[in-house]
C-alpha cells in the first residue's frame, strides 16, 4: 500500500493541527488543513511559518475553509481543545469520510459519538507548544495514542499506523483508550492551580511550594480515584505518579518549570486560552470516577 496516496485532512490549524499539518507535508503525504479566520489569512499570504532551530521556515499546505460533505478523506484529524469537540464534529458530520480521529482530552465518547457515529477512532496528541506572531513553536514530546473503543486492532487501526511509520512519529495503538483518557485527564486538570481570575500565575507562583503541593495532592488524589473507580491507570508512568510521594512530585514539577519550553506550554498564550477546557475537563472528570 503507498501511504502517500492517502487523503489526509486536519481540523483546526492550532498549536497541534499545525504541528501534525507540518509533519505530514514534510513527509510528503496529500494533507489538507482546514482553517477559519485570521488564522486562514495568514497562512494563505505566508503559509505555514514554524521555528525550526531558531530560524523562521514556511511550507506551502493546501487549505480549505468549509469542508463538503463529498470531499472525502481517508483520515479526518480532529486535534481540538475538550471544550471545542462537540462543534468542531457537528460541523463535518455531514461530511461521507469513513473514519474521525479526535486527539484531545476526554473522559467519555457518548456524545462524540451520537454526532459522527462508529466512524469515531478516539486519540490522543504527542505535541505541544504556542503560536507566536503567527508563527508555530511547537514539538513532539511522546507518542501520539489511538485506539479502537471497542479494543479490537481493525484495518484502519493499523493503516493510521503505518502514517505514522512513514512520518517517522512514535505512536501506540491503545488496547484501551478510554482508560487511557480518564487516566490522562486525571493529570491534565491539575493545572486549574495554574490559572488566575484573569490569566495564569507568573512563574515565580507557579514553582512555589504552595501551589506545587495543591497540583502534587492533587494527582495523587486523582489517580488514587480513577483506581478507585476500577478504571485502570494507564500508562505505567500515570500509575507510578500516584505511587510517588508528594516531595517527589513537587521536585519532578519544579524540574519541568525550569525548561523554557515546558514553561511556554504550562503558563503560554495557548495555556491562556485552554481555561475553559480545563475547567470543563475538571468537572466532567469527577463526574465521570463519582458514577462509577
Known amino acids: 500500500m503507498n501511504i502517500k496516496q492517502n487523503r489526509l485532512l486536519i481540523v483546526g490549524a492550532g498549536v497541534i493541527g499545525s504541528l501534525y499539518a507540518l509533519r505530514f507535508a514534510q513527509s510528503g503525504l ?35 475553509e468549509k469542508l463538503a460533505s463529498d470531499d472525502t478523506y481517508d483520515f479526518i484529524f480532529v486535534p481540538v481543545r475538550y471544550d471545542q469537540a462537540e462543534s ?13 480521529i479526535t486527539l ?7 456524545r462524540w459519538l451520537e454526532i459522527v457515529g462508529d466512524r469515531l ?28 473503543i471497542n479494543g479490537q486492532l481493525t484495518e484502519r487501526v ?12 512514535p505512536y501506540e495503538i491503545q488496547k484501551d483508550i478510554q482508560a487511557f483518557h480518564v487516566s490522562h485527564a486525571a493529570l491534565a486538570v491539575v493545572n486549574k492551580h495554574l490559572y488566575t481570575n484573569d490569566g495564569m500565575v507568573d512563574i515565580e507562583t507557579a514553582r512555589n511550594e504552595n501551589t506545587l503541593s495543591k497540583i502534587a495532592a492533587d494527582i495523587k488524589q486523582n489517580i ?12 505505567p508512568e500515570t500509575k507510578l ?30 495555556a491562556v486560552s485552554r481555561k475553559a477546557e480545563i475547567m470543563l475537563l475538571d468537572e466532567d472528570f469527577h463526574k465521570k470516577i463519582s458514577f462509577r
Open 30 to 64: 496529500d494533507v489538507t488543513l482546514l482553517a477559519r479566520g485570521k488564522r486562514l489569512d495568514s497562512l494563505k499570504t505566508d503559509g505555514l511559518r514554524y521555528n525550526d532551530n531558531e530560524t523562521i521556515q514556511q511550507i506551502s499546505i493546501k487549505m480549505i
Open 88 to 100: 468542531a464534529l457537528s460541523a463535518i458530520k455531514n461530511n461521507q469520510s469513513k473514519t474521525i
Open 104 to 110: 484531545s482530552n476526554t473522559v467519555g465518547y457518548d
Open 121 to 148: 477512532l478516539p486519540g490522543f496528541p504527542g505535541a505541544g507548544g504556542d503560536i507566536k506572531d503567527g508563527v508555530l513553536y511547537a514539538q513532539f514530546g511522546s507518542k501520539t495514542f489511538f485506539g479502537e
Open 158 to 169: 493499523t493503516r493510521l499506523a503505518q502514517i505514522f511509520e512513514t512520518v517517522d512519529l
Open 224 to 235: 488514587h480515584l480513577v483506581a478507585q473507580a476500577g478504571i485502570p491507570v494507564i500508562p
Open 241 to 270: 505518579m500516584g505511587e510517588l510521594p508528594v516531595e517527589d512530585i513537587i521536585s519532578q514539577y519544579r524540574q519541568m518549570l525550569s525548561d523554557e519550553f515546558i514553561i511556554d506550554v504550562k503558563l503560554g498564550n495557548q
